[in-house]
């Protein structure tokens, strides 16, 4: 698959116009029209729905889509990396990170690496593990931020010294939110939780999961706290993730306190580019 073709299907993709897509990226129509059609032959798939006055995807062109953003992605973060070779300390690292409190080692960090080198970017993506583990393992990503165990065997891990807090978000005016520490299986039964979708089989450790009534799952801790605004449930997740201040929530930590270790991990076996490196180090340096 020709990356150049794929930056053409892309533009057809945004437009949903072969007409408008060739006037952006300075070709003729009749051959934007023709590399998309060898594109669905060599796929053997149609990948828009052709209207009368527009394009719309199919639900393999909306899986091509997806792809192709990271293909191009991952082409332009190779050319960068071999074009700066292992002198030149410049360049973008990119890290993937759950929603923590601790990102703020990561932020430190970079501060002063970028003092002495400034041209080294960096470019931060939210996501949960799943997420995370994959862009990781697919060369998207070159660092990740986890909670939980780690892969010892897939990864190489610096263990950052803050913990996050796990408790429950919820509504100031609910009954619960009165008490300075929330006991799962004594306050949560019965109740409604809305938990996130990596949570596996306990609730905190020792507590199962099938104690409580789900009704809802999150991957990002912001829509979870809208959703326990509305009075939806209550939202387990991290503390200081949502500031609760001006708003109608309250964060109540659960009784035995559980704290998250976190871990900043990248793949095994590779030659980290310099920049990368030495960001490693001012990590290091800071724990």
């Known amino acids: 698959m020709d990356l150049r073709v794929l930056q053409y299907f892309l533009a057809v993709a945004r437009e949903a116009s ?14 934007l029209s023709r590399q998309i059609a060898e594109l669905e032959e060599e796929l053997g798939k149609k990948l828009f729905v052709r209207g009368t006055r527009t394009l719309t995807l ?5 899986l091509l889509e997806k792809r192709a953003r990271e293909l191009l992605m991952l082409a332009e973060k190779t050319e960068a990396e071999v074009r700066a070779g292992n002198d030149d300390v410049s360049g ?20 002063k690496l970028q003092e002495e ?10 996501g949960d593990r799943r997420d995370l583990s ?35 978000y ?17 306050d949560l039964l019965d109740r409604p939780l809305i938990i996130n979708r990596e ?25 979870a706290s809208l959703m326990a605004e509305d009075g939806l449930g209550y939202v387990a997740g991290l503390e200081y993730i949502i500031h609760t201040e001006g708003t109608d929530l ?18 095994k076996y590779q030659i980290l580019p310099r920049h990368i490196a030495l960001f490693l180090e001012e990590i290091r340096k800071m724990v």
């Open 134 to 168: 994959w862009q990781l393992d697919n060369g998207l990503i070159d660092l990740a931020l986890v909670f939980g165990s780690v892969d010892h065997a897939r990864y190489e891990c610096i263990t950052l010294p803050h913990q996050d807090r796990m408790g429950i």
């Open 92 to 111: 973008d690292i990119y890290i993937g990170a759950g929603e923590t409190y601790g990102v703020h080692t990561i932020t430190q960090a970079f501060r």
């Open 199 to 223: 949570s596996g089989d306990e609730l905190i450790p020792g507590v199962s999961m099938h104690l409580f009534r789900i009704v809802g799952t999150y991957n990002l801790l912001y829509n």
């Open 58 to 62: 199919t639900a393999e062109g909306q």
């Open 170 to 186: 919820m509504r100031k005016e609910d009954p619960l939110a009165s008490k300075k520490q929330i006991i799962p299986e004594e």
């Open 117 to 126: 080198y400034p041209d080294v970017y960096l470019h931060i993506s939210s």
């Open 18 to 31: 072969f007409s408008r897509a060739a006037a952006v990226i300075h070709i003729s129509q009749p051959t």
């Open 250 to 267: 309250v964060f109540v930590p659960f009784e035995p306190e559980d704290r998250r270790s976190m871990y900043l991990i990248w793949k």
